[in-house]
């Protein structure tokens, strides 16, 4: 059985991301983008026009279609008509969604305790473990391999992580006992947490649902992500008074202001604050009892 042929311009765009260094996921995702605009339009997108780009952003916002989806939208047609096509003046009609900045859901220490104790086996507990004791995100979970691990210095490598770009995490006494009981038990050649396949690494897929299923058996009623694991670590951090700055630089923020949003879910950071209501003095002196 043949593969369907790769149309010339699909094939252009391929070989234009290809060029830049994009990562594939991000290929992946331009080309879908790029495929939704063309069943929307009913025809070759090369022969789109303004007025095409513009009904198409409509037509996302009257169907539901997200904030990030639109935005990733935006940016794939963006490349395809700057660059593959070489139509800047198309990008001008494309317009960015402001995003609606949610407060992240936090999982008590109680709660981390008991969803690591309910993971799906040992290779899960410790994966999981990394992406909260050391505030992982899950792509850089899966990367991981076993020359990463920095038992000398206490330290986790982060390759091409966000942004490709590597960094430092911190490898806590407890995660590198952790791993090594899984190492013990796996002997993995080069991935850390490797696949159903050895060769490969786990995938995020695979990491999401055993995150799912260990937040059911630890009966956790919040709406556990893996995702919430890291914005579990840098809120725990702050409640501990560690500076936000020290934060940003374990999560691999590009942004301050970023890192900043925990301080708006760190419940001892907020109860810790005087309000100024209780600095007010009383207007009307309270009356003395008759002596």
Known sequence: ???KPISPLRRRMIEDMTVRNFVEKTRNDYIRHVRTFTTFLGRAPDTAAPEDLRLFQLHQTQTGVG????NGSVAALRFFFTVTLDRP???RHLTFVREPRKIPVILSLEEIARLLEAAPGPKYKAALSAAYGAGLRVSEVVALKV???DSERMLLRIEQGKGRKDRFAMLSPRLLELLRDWYRIARPALWLFPGRDPLL???????NRAVHAAADRAAIKKRVTPHTLRHSFAT???EE????????????????????LYAQVATNVIRAVMSPLD?????????????
């Open 236 to 238: 725990h951090l702050l």
């Open 89 to 91: 003046e198309m990008a």
């Open 67 to 70: 904030a990030s989806g639109i």
């Open 1 to 3: 059985m043949s593969e």
């Open 279 to 291: 600095r007010l003095t009383p207007l009307t002196s309270e009356k003395k009892p008759p002596s």
């Open 147 to 149: 020359s990463d691990i």
């Open 241 to 260: 008074k560690t500076d936000v700055r020290l934060i940003q630089v374990l999560l691999g923020h590009a942004r301050l202001d970023t890192t900043a």
């Open 201 to 207: 690494p786990l995938t995020t897929r695979q990491f």
